[in-house]
């Protein structure tokens, strides 16, 4: 079955470290976002990529790092910049850009970031 | 800017019970609206969503909602709970075609009694 893969599970990171969280999708979709999520806030999006080595910042991308060289993947690097990174992270994918109806529909099981 | 606002932080019914769960949203046009679950430690999956046509929606899990201009409102509804639905829910507004335009409410928490 197609789907969106996000690993690891959970993640620690230590002070003044980079971490990578993987997303790798198998929907053939074009456009790939990366959301943080915490309590009481709902989603916020980081990044989203449209196309292949395309990508654009969103509300709360300061901190945070993406690239997008392969249309299946769409990695995420929490920087040692980013003061508060312990959240949960998601990643979703949607269809062909110029399809009205492309909204993030689909999304991983998501990767939960502590710091020790 | 769009925005969404679900006023209940958390709600509370008895397995069996009817259900409906609030969201508001602002935005300047026609919008598109979604409604997804999140079980504990998962993603979140599409229950519903509506675009335009027919402003009741019917989704999976036997959920359906109502979009009402007037009030600006997408509630969720379900004419009998199950203790399966007992999960986070999420109300989503978006408009145009990229997903930079997407925006979440904060969630409802819903917890069903036995």
């Known amino acids: 079955d197609g789907g969106i893969t996000q690993s690891p599970k959970y993640l620690f990171r230590k002070e003044g470290q980079n971490v990578t969280l993987s997303c790798e999708q198998n929907l053939n979709h074009d456009a790939m976002y990366w959301y943080r999520q915490d309590p009481g806030q709902g989603l916020r999006l980081i990044y989203y990529s449209q196309i292949v080595n395309d990508f654009q910042k969103g509300d709360i991308a300061e901190g945070y790092s993406v690239s997008r060289e392969k249309k299946e993947s769409f990695p995420l690097t929490v920087t040692s910049a980013q003061k508060n990174p312990t959240a949960f992270y998601l990643c979703?994918?949607?269809?062909?850009?110029?399809?009205?109806?492309?909204?993030?529909?689909?999304f991983g099981d998501g990767t939960r970031l502590s710091i020790l | 800017a769009q925005s969404v606002t679900q006023p209940d932080i958390h709600i509370t019914v008895s397995e069996g019970a009817s259900l409906e769960l609030r969201c508001n949203y602002s935005y300047g046009a026609t919008p598109y609206l979604f409604w997804y679950v999140q079980s504990p430690g998962q993603g979140l999956q599409l229950l519903l969503k509506y675009f335009s046509g027919d402003t009741l929606v019917q989704g999976i899990k036997g959920f359906e909602a109502e979009f009402k201009r007037s009030q600006s409102s997408f509630n969720l509804r379900k004419p009998s709970v199950h203790w399966s639905d007992a999960a986070e829910y999420f109300c989503a507004v978006g408009a145009g075609n990229y997903g930079q335009n997407f925006v979440f409410g904060p969630g409802t928490r819903l917890s069903v009694l036995p």
């Open positions: 979703a994918s949607s269809g062909p850009v110029t399809d009205y109806s492309n909204q993030p529909q689909h």
